[in-house]
């Protein structure tokens, strides 16, 4: 009996869009490896998540040519942020870069396709401050539920725009 190879998933990304997707994120928030992946996740509603033997040898060539930098963190793990000549280089790389943003709001929306890099990084801030605040303390019910009807009243009012 002959076993069959399943199919592989055609590639979303070239290895250069997917870079410049990396520092991108990076650039907006300085990440652990897990965390980056997980922003790619969040960024495409589940669309497309990176496999770890895609990010950190990615991770590793982008340390290499000197456009992120990592730096450990008291849990041991590295974090990454971008670095002078990595954020020159995604400058000079814009087109490349807006491209690749699309294709990723594609998957997540099919149709959106405008790059809005400060709602971006307002996401981002929310996600630091809600994962900093548990990392904090352990919250109480009523700083849950607090919360929760902050983020829900905030998706309220962008949904009456």
């Known amino acids: 009996m002959r076993m069959l190879k399943p199919e592989r998933q055609p590639k979303k990304f070239t290895g250069e869009q997917l870079a410049l997707l990396v520092l991108y994120l990076i650039k907006l928030n300085p990440k652990h490896g897990y965390e980056l992946i997980k922003s790619f ?27 992120v930098r990592a ?27 807006n491209a690749a943003l699309l294709t990723l709001r594609k998957m997540m929306h099919g149709i959106s396709t405008q790059r809005i890099e400060k709602i971006d990084l307002a996401m981002e801030n929310l996600k630091i401050s809600l994962r900093k605040k548990l990392r904090e303390r352990s919250l109480t019910d009523e700083e849950i539920e607090l919360f929760c009807l902050i983020i829900l009243n905030a998706a309220s009012s962008i949904d009456k725009i």
């Open 41 to 67: 996740e969040d960024y495409s509603m589940g669309a497309y998540i990176p496999s770890s033997g895609v990010i950190y040898p990615l991770l590793t060539a982008l340390e290499d040519k000197k456009y």
């Open 71 to 97: 730096e450990n963190t008291v849990s041991g793990k590295k974090r990454y942020l971008a670095s002078p000549e990595g954020i020159g280089y995604l400058d000079s790389h814009e087109e490349e870069l």
